[in-house]
Structure formats: structure tokens, C-alpha cells
């Protein structure tokens, strides 16, 4: 049995940060540096928009760059690793201020001025990260686009956030193979209601980049030019915007997620600390792509703020083998990394070998978020790793932060498999029953809220559309106002919380409503199942019934009809066992690749879609069509 939560510390932290939350945010405030200090911790006289240390002034570039060059000039503060072009290289804190300045003069030489918006649509390459920080230095507002998006997606959100300049390379590279860029620019360009005036091209020799006269401006030409340029940080109003980025879109239309500057510094510096309890001058590994909230905070500012050194990896986890993290981990001595339940399912494929023969000794904890982990997988990989702690967090792109999570820089507690543990300090959550919108007690679902205000870090708005920030995220519980995440979760008498899935993957079979995370947790258990997702499927007699689409470890075991049908069989009898046979598939498919948004996550409001004959609906975020293919193929049958 773990120590309940009311007896930690950490419940102590986290009450104070609720009941006296000024106080502890003011104290938390003095870890950055402000051009102005703040005159009001927070302003809430706007119900629900909170406005985190009005009247400060500061720059997340100053904070992130300029602050750290006099103790670590010399200390490195990117490394760029790309398993697919085979480059290296590192940039030191001065070499990195040295960079931004340059960026940040190019692009004020294309036009951008503060407050403008800048979209960069990038592969995962240093001058991704310069432009990021050359926009937060100029006062410009980024939306980093995730690379290759196809061209309407790109067009959609130039028209949402009608950028002066976009930033783009020729090509990013996946699995070896070049993903040329320039086309959809264009094409996204001559889609887009209100096109950007200026287009700066990184060219990385990889593909065929035709410039367009008048519009398309050279970074390495421009790169000569500006060597040597002095660019001050713009003092920023803690207030004012840093940055828009767009949801995964798994369940709909993604929203464009309004940052702030001050208190997404502050929120994301005592992350460093309390949560991944990693110190300046250590190596964190965040293993996602800037196009995502996770790399926004945990690649880019998170761990430069910190004054850490951060690496950014181009690149699959399984290429050139399966080890290449690990040798990542051991060359650099990497003390955190960040990685997704999708990625230790890969790995999870693959020979436990990669990670045994590595020394991982410097890794202390493995940090998970952006889909449930189940139990299996983190088992597998805490066991791989020997003595690295995996660390199962839950937020939203929305919150820019953990939500729920281990913070062992408080205390370090002890972990559950299957649980993101507890609150962060800061969020102060609601458990409410789904019917009678009444909190609900210990082991009993809810759906999981947030009381506002909002700490620091999260969303400002949904850019251009605070009626739908409103509409969206606080009317969800009638008669309470509250921020709803919509996804329900339970908490054990101890106080861990667990999250059974998203609100709208619950299925309801004949009265019973369940939820397609619990069956999917069950069908993990059969052992030649690495990966599953399990829909509701409209049934005439039943209402819905599950239905699963299942990816194996070994195949080969339904390559004949027999062997399909047996393990169809086996997999059934696993639901029973673990859960009932209410909660049966009524069908098992096999498929090699379930489909996915770019962050990894899976869309089963596709599938489902799909499998009730209906159109998949917005595909925009889909990672490989394939995929879908795939479903429709297996769904004839
Ligand atoms: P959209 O809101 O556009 O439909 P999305 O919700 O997938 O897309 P993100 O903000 O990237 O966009 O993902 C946040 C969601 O991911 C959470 O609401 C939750 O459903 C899921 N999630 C994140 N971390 C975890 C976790 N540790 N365990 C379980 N689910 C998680
Ligand atoms: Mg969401």
C-alpha cells in the first residue's frame, strides 16, 4: 500500500498553492527575471480569464538565452542530434545567443514587428528553435505548425493566425527517406485566404526549393549578412502573448491555444524544479517535436529557462536500431527525459537488449504523457531501464503544464503503475459525477475539472475567439463553473488519480456504459498484443458493441484463417477474464498500424466512423493514411 496523499508533503505544497495561491505564485515568480517585477499576482475580476502578474514586464527569450551567459556561456544549450541526415552538433548558451540575435534580425529585416504573428513550419533542426526564440526576443507571436502537415491544414491555420512571415525548410527527413516541404508552402500559400508576405527558407540541400521572386527570402544568404547582429529583448507585458498552438485535434476541429508570457515563464521554470527536478547545468531529453505542446515547453523553454542543456533529435526511436535513445542517454548522461506511451509501445516491440546493455545510470526518471500508459508498457520499460523511475503525467496542450504528476522535486512519493499520482500544485480539481454533477467519492468515475482560476501556464484564450473559450471549456458541469478537461478519471482511497479516457470514448452496451480505455487495459494483457484500440460500434440490439483493431507482437500467428480465428478467440477470453463478458469485442481485426494524429494518439473517432460505414470525418492531423486503409481493408472481411 503507497502512503496516502494527505499525509505528504506534497498535499501540504498543494494546499498552500490553493488557499494562499498570490503567496506561492509570488514566490515562484522570483526563480525568472522581470524587467519589471509584477504589481498584482493575479487579476480575476474577468471570470474565467485569469491575468497571471499584471503590470510585470519580462522575455522569455531574456529568461531562456541572455540570463544564463554569465555563468554558462560555455555550458551547452542545444544539441542537435538527427539520425537522419547523421549530424551532430552543439550550441553553447553564447553560441545560442549568438544564433536568436541573428534570427531575430532577419526577421525583423522581412518586416516582423511585435505582436505580429510569425508560423514556422519546420522539421526538428536547430533553426527551428532559433526562429521560436527570435520571435519570444522581438515580441512576435509564433505558431509553430508541426512539419509536413498537408497543404490545407497549413492554409487553415495561416488564415486563423494570418501570420506576416512564415519560416520553413526545403525538406524534413523521415525514416531516411526526404519529406519535401516547399510544394505545400506554396500550395498552402495559394489556399490560404490571407498568405503571408514573406517566406524565409532554411535550405538544407535535401530537396528542390524553387524561391519565389518578391516573397521568399534565404536564411543562409541572410545568415552572412547578420552574422555579428545585437537585437535587445522587446520588454513583454507578462500579459501579452507568446505563442498560439493548435490542439492534436483528436476528438474534432483543433483549437488554437493562446499563451501567455509571465506566467507561462513562471509556471514552466517551477516545473523544472518540482516536477522534473532537474537542475541547471543537467541534460533533459524530450523526445517530442516543437509542433506539440510538449516540445513548446519541455524541448524549447522548459529546460532553457533552467539553464539546462536540452537535446533536439531529429529522428525515429528505432533507427538506425532500437538503441539509439539509449545511447543518447549514455553519451550525454541525461538525468530526465520526456518521451510518449506511443514511443514505449514501439519500443516495447523490440529487444529489451537495447536498453539493458546501455548504462542508463544517469537517467532518473522517464517522464510519459499524452496518452494513457497502461500498465503493461510501463511495466516493461521500468524493468528495462533497472533503476530510472517512469513518471506518468497527464495535462493538455491547453494547461502547457502537468496537470496531474509524481513532483519528486517536492517529495518524492511513490508511483503506481496506471496512475499519473496526484494534483500539481496549482490545479485545484473536481471529481464530478457525470449525472448528478455532484463530486464523487474515493474510486468513483468523474469527469475530471479544474476549478478556476487557471494557474500560470495555461491558456489565455482560444485565439480570436474567447466566446468559444467560454463555450468550450466552462459549460460543461451545469450549475458549477468549472474548467472541464473531458476525460474522466477516478481517485483510489489513497489519492492517486487514474484516467479512464476521453468523455466521448465511452461506450454504452446494452445499459452498461464502458469505457473503451478499460477494455483496451484488458486486451493488453494477452501477450502477443502490442498495441489495440477498441471502439463502439452502433449495434441494433445492444446499443454499441466493442469493437477492436488490435496490432501483434508476432503476426505471424494470423497469417492463416485458423490462426486468425484462434487468436480472435484468445483475445475475447482475455476480456472476459479481466473484465466480463459484457465488455466482449464483438469483433477482433488485426491490422499492422492503427491511425494515429501526428502526436501519436490514436483516433478512434475514426475507426469507429469507419466501422459504422460513415465518413472518417477531419483527417488533418492523421499521421499516415494508411493506417486507415488498413481499417477499411480489415473491416470487409
Ligand atoms: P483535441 O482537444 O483537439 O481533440 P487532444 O485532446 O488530443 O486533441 P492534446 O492537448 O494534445 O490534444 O492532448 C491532451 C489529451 O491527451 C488529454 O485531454 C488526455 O485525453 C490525453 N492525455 C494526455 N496525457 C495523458 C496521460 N498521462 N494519461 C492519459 N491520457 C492523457
Ligand atoms: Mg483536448
Redesign the pocket.
Known amino acids: 500500500m503507497a502512503r496516502p496523499y494527505d499525509t505528504t508533503r506534497l498535499a501540504q505544497v498543494h494546499a498552500r498553492s490553493i488557499q494562499e495561491r498570490e503567496a506561492f505564485w509570488a514566490e515562484q515568480a522570483k526563480t525568472i527575471d522581470w524587467m519589471k517585477p509584477p504589481q498584482q499576482i493575479l487579476d480575476y475580476s474577468k471570470p474565467p480569464f485569469s491575468r497571471w502578474y499584471v503590470g510585470g514586464e519580462t522575455n522569455l527569450c531574456y529568461n531562456a538565452v541572455d540570463r544564463h551567459l554569465a555563468a554558462r556561456a560555455n555550458q551547452p544549450a542545444l544539441i542537435y542530434i538527427s539520425t537522419e541526415t547523421n549530424e551532430e552538433k552543439t550550441y553553447t548558451y553564447a553560441d545560442l545567443h549568438r544564433e536568436v540575435q541573428t534570427m531575430a534580425t532577419i526577421m525583423q529585416s522581412l518586416g516582423v514587428k511585435k505582436g505580429d504573428r510569425v508560423l514556422i513550419y519546420m522539421p526538428m533542426i536547430a533553426e527551428a528553435i532559433f526562429a521560436m526564440l527570435a520571435c519570444a526576443r522581438l515580441g512576435a507571436i509564433h505558431s509553430v505548425v508541426f512539419g509536413g502537415f498537408a497543404a490545407p491544414s497549413l492554409a487553415a491555420r495561416i488564415d486563423d493566425a494570418t501570420p506576416v512571415l512564415m519560416v520553413s525548410a526545403d525538406a524534413g527527413m523521415r525514416s531516411g527517406k526526404e519529406v519535401p516541404y516547399k510544394h505545400l508552402v506554396d500550395e498552402a500559400c495559394r489556399l490560404a485566404q490571407k498568405p503571408p508576405a514573406k517566406v524565409l527558407m532554411v535550405n538544407r540541400g535535401l530537396a528542390q526549393c524553387g524561391m519565389v521572386a518578391g516573397r521568399d527570402a534565404d536564411y543562409a544568404a541572410l545568415r552572412t549578412q547578420h552574422q555579428a547582429a545585437q537585437v535587445p529583448c522587446a520588454p513583454m507585458l507578462a500579459t501579452d502573448s507568446s505563442y498560439i498552438l493548435y ?6 476541429k ?2 488554437g491555444v493562446q499563451r501567455d508570457v509571465g506566467g507561462y515563464a513562471v509556471a514552466l521554470a517551477a516545473s523544472m524544479r518540482h516536477i522534473f527536478d532537474c537542475k541547471p547545468g543537467e541534460v533533459f531529453f524530450c523526445t517530442s517535436d516543437i509542433g ?2 510538449v516540445g513548446h515547453s519541455y524541448i524549447v523553454y522548459g529546460p532553457l529557462i533552467n539553464g539546462s542543456t536540452t537535446i533536439v533529435y531529429e529522428g525515429l526511436p528505432i533507427r538506425p536500431d532500437a538503441g539509439i535513445w539509449w545511447q543518447i542517454v549514455e553519451r550525454y548522461k541525461v538525468s530526465a527525459m520526456f518521451s510518449s ?1 506511443t514511443a514505449a509501445r514501439v519500443l516495447k516491440k523490440q529487444d529489451p537488449k537495447y536498453m539493458t546493455e546501455r548504462n542508463t545510470s544517469s537517467l532518473r526518471r522517464l517522464f ?6 497502461d500498465e503493461p508498457t510501463a511495466r516493461w520499460i521500468s524493468e528495462a531501464l533497472g533503476g530510472t523511475k517512469i513518471i ?7 494547461t502547457g503544464w502537468p496537470i ?1 504528476t509524481a513532483q519528486h522535486g517536492i517529495e518524492d512519493t511513490e508511483t503506481k503503475f496506471g496512475s ?1 499520482s496526484f494534483a500539481a500544485y496549482g490545479y485545484d480539481m473536481r471529481l464530478i459525477h457525470e449525472s448528478t454533477f455532484e463530486e464523487v467519492g474515493a474510486n468513483e468515475k468523474g469527469m475530471l475539472c479544474i476549478a478556476p482560476p487557471l494557474p500560470p501556464g495555461c491558456l489565455q484564450t482560444v485565439w480570436g475567439d474567447d466566446d468559444r473559450f467560454v463555450k468550450t471549456y466552462f459549460s460543461a458541469v451545469p450549475g458549477k463553473y468549472l474548467y472541464s ?3 474522466y478519471a477516478t481517485r483510489d482511497a489513497e489519492g492517486y488519480y487514474f ?1 479512464l ?2 468523455t466521448d470514448d465511452v461506450i454504452n452496451v446494452a445499459g452498461h456504459r464502458l469505457g473503451t480505455r478499460e477494455i483496451e487495459e484488458a486486451i493488453q494483457a494477452h501477450p502477443n498484443v502490442a498495441e489495440v484500440a477498441v471502439v463502439g460500434v452502433a449495434d441494433a440490439l445492444k446499443g454499441q458493441m466493442p469493437m477492436a483493431f488490435a496490432v501483434l507482437k508476432n503476426p505471424a500467428t494470423v497469417q492463416t484463417e485458423e490462426g486468425r480465428k484462434a487468436e480472435e478467440k484468445a483475445i475475447m477470453a482475455t476480456v472476459d477474464k479481466e473484465l466480463g463478458a459484457i465488455a466482449r469485442p464483438g469483433r477482433v481485426h488485426f491490422v499492422t498500424l492503427l491511425p494515429k ?1 501526428r ?1 501519436g ?1 490514436l483516433l478512434r473517432r475514426a475507426m469507429q466512423a469507419l466501422a459504422e460505414g460513415k465518413d472518417a470525418g477531419d483527417m488533418t492531423t492523421l499521421e499516415d493514411p494508411s493506417a486507415l486503409e488498413q481499417i477499411k481493408a480489415v473491416l470487409k472481411t
Open positions: 490542439t492534436s485535434g483528436t476528438t474534432g483543433p483549437k506539440w505542446v506511451p510519459l504523457a499524452g496518452e494513457p500508459l506518468d503525467n497527464y495535462w493538455q496542450t491547453e496531474l499519473p478537461t473531458f476525460d484516467i479516457g476521453r494524429t502526436s494518439k
